[in-house]
């Protein structure tokens, strides 16, 4: 065994990373996300006038979210090495990403049908709209599971030399309850909570793209050390 | 998930230490995040959107409509949403029992995989429906009747995502050889996914008994269904509790003299 595949994977995330920074400065939706006050018309008229920069947001969403699914297996793989009394804490952990991942997809797959044909009547435009951002806040609540199922692993790793080191837990604690104000961007339209606010789309977005810059040089020193202790060819 | 450690801190180990060193208190959390789970699921699915009992696939647009427009929804989905991620941690308790049986993990990966189609197209995105509805006055009724059928019909005539995992899980107990979990509730566990086959006429009827509100298809299927999860969920719990020390999976890492 070696840990060649894990770090072949592993490094999907800074490319991830890089699709994220060009997709957030090249293209308007998403460096000045949409009010929800829009109406229909509003929607599709801006939907009209984005056309080439939203089908590009699409199209590298739809990459950059399945290529975060590497390091989230990653983790599942090393948190399968904490010494739990099971592996509950891993396979809740990777069913949330699945759950969170269909959703994130479902959001990306929601602005592509709205922008495939910009013309359409207004009304299904702002539907297929604003089921894009219900699905695109959805991912918060698996994001918060995943994040305590990790803490809870790391905190009662019964390894007298831990997987994680502990500060892992504490992080991840933290960002889950930093995710925790998205949620409610589906009962605000306006103000910090509003799915385009502060709270619900800046503090959410930085927690989460800080969260996965840290997890990915973490789990390179975890996988790193997985070859010292255990012997493993790199 | 404070709940469901509170609600665990009056089990104490045979040896009397205290809760949280309890060698399996993982397993245990997971576990009573279930009932906190359901909890917040029946708040959701009850009092806030009144979704449940289901309301008739026969009902007047205007009933629809002001339905589909309620205020609470939003809330609902709010809390479905923060939710949901607990779904996951309830059918991982279900895939530890399954991997101490003698079976292939065939059984639990594909449990695994029903778990996460399910909790997206049987519990989000119904609800997501009728939420959309609420978000936004001025969609024409048309939508939101869309809406309202596509909501029910994914939260009730989801089946087959049910009827995998619930076939999973009782072959499991049924070609084990380790009594994991008991014989009986193998048996019991496959005729529920049988049974959750009552439900497919809810694609075609729009009233009468096969209606997604109706006797056979919703009252039947819960009447069946309801007592089947408590009974499941005693046993998983009481199989947790049986589980020797000496074969947990950090075992090797305890002092041998505290599971001799």
């Known amino acids: 065994m070696n840990t060649r595949g894990q770090n072949i ?44 920069s939203i089908r590009g947001v699409v199209i590298f969403c739809n ?25 509950v804490f891993a396979y809740s952990y990777i069913i949330a990403v699945g759950i969170g991942m269909t959703a994130f997809i479902l959001a ?37 599971v995943q994040n305590l199922c990790l803490a809870g692993s790391i905190y009662l790793d019964a390894r007298p030399d831990p997987v994680f080191p502990r500060w892992v837990a504490h992080f991840n604690v933290l960002t889950a309850v930093l995710m925790v104000p ?7 339209k306006t103000g910090p909570l509003a799915w385009d606010g502060s709270l619900s789309f800046s503090l959410r977005l930085i927690t989460f793209a800080v969260y996965v810059a840290v997890m990915f040089c973490v789990l390179l020193t975890i996988v790193n050390r997985q070859v010292e202790h255990e012997g493993v060819v790199a | ?30 576990f009573w995040s279930v009932p906190f789970f359901y909890s917040l699921f029946g708040l959701v699915f009850v009092p806030l959107s009144w979704m449940m009992p289901p309301r008739s696939p026969a009902s007047a647009m205007p009933q629809i409509v002001e339905f589909m427009q309620s205020p609470k929804l939003l809330i609902a989905c709010t809390i479905l949403t923060l939710a949901v991620g607990l ?22 990966f594909a449990f695994m995989a029903g778990a996460m189609t399910g909790a997206i197209v049987g519990c989000l995105f119904p609800m997501f429906c ?43 107990i049924l070609l084990d050889t380790n009594n994991t979990l008991p014989k009986w509730l193998g048996y019991y566990t496959l005729w529920q996914s049988v049974s959750e086959l009552v439900i497919a006429p809810v ?43 000496s074969e947990l999976d950090n075992a090797h890492l305890m002092p041998a003299a505290n599971y001799a």
């Open chain 2, 1 to 30: 998930m404070s709940g469901s450690i509170t609600a665990d801190g009056q089990y104490t180990t045979q040896q009397g230490t205290p809760w949280y060193k309890n060698k399996k208190l993982d397993q245990l959390i997971c």
């Open chain 2, 203 to 245: 694609w075609i009827a729009k009233s009468g008994p096969f209606a997604w509100d109706g006797l056979m298809s919703f009252w039947l299927a819960m009447v069946i269904y309801v007592p089947w999860q408590m009974i499941v969920y005693i046993c998983v719990y009481r199989a947790i509790k049986s589980q020797p020390e």
């Open chain 1, 108 to 144: 990306d797959f929601a602005w592509g049908v709205a922008i495939f044909r910009p013309d359409r009547d207004p009304q299904l435009i702002s539907l297929l709209n604003d089921m894009a951002w219900f699905f695109f806040v959805a991912p918060v609540g698996t994001i918060i």
């Open chain 1, 9 to 52: 994977l592993l490094w999907t995330t800074p490319v991830a990373g890089v699709l994220f920074l060009f997709a957030y400065f090249m293209f308007p939706p998403f460096s000045g996300p949409m009010s929800p006050t829009m109406t229909p018309e509003q929607v599709a008229a801006f939907f009209r006038e984005n056309v080439a």
């Open chain 2, 87 to 108: 779904s996951a941690v309830g059918n991982a308790v279900y895939m530890c029992q399954m991997k101490r049986m003698s079976v292939s993990p065939v059984f639990r």
């Open chain 2, 130 to 172: 009728f939420g959309l509805g609420a978000f936004r006055s001025g969609y024409d009724p048309e939508i939101l009747a869309m809406l309202y059928d596509f909501g029910y019909l994914s939260f009730i005539g989801c089946m087959g995502c049910f009827f995998l995992n619930w076939s999973c899980l009782g072959l499991s």
């Open chain 1, 182 to 188: 998205g949620a409610f961007a589906l009962m605000h």
């Open chain 1, 63 to 87: 990459l950059i979210g399945a290529m975060l699914v590497p390091l989230f297996a990653t983790i599942t793989v090393q948190m399968l090495r904490v010494g739990n009394s099971s592996p």
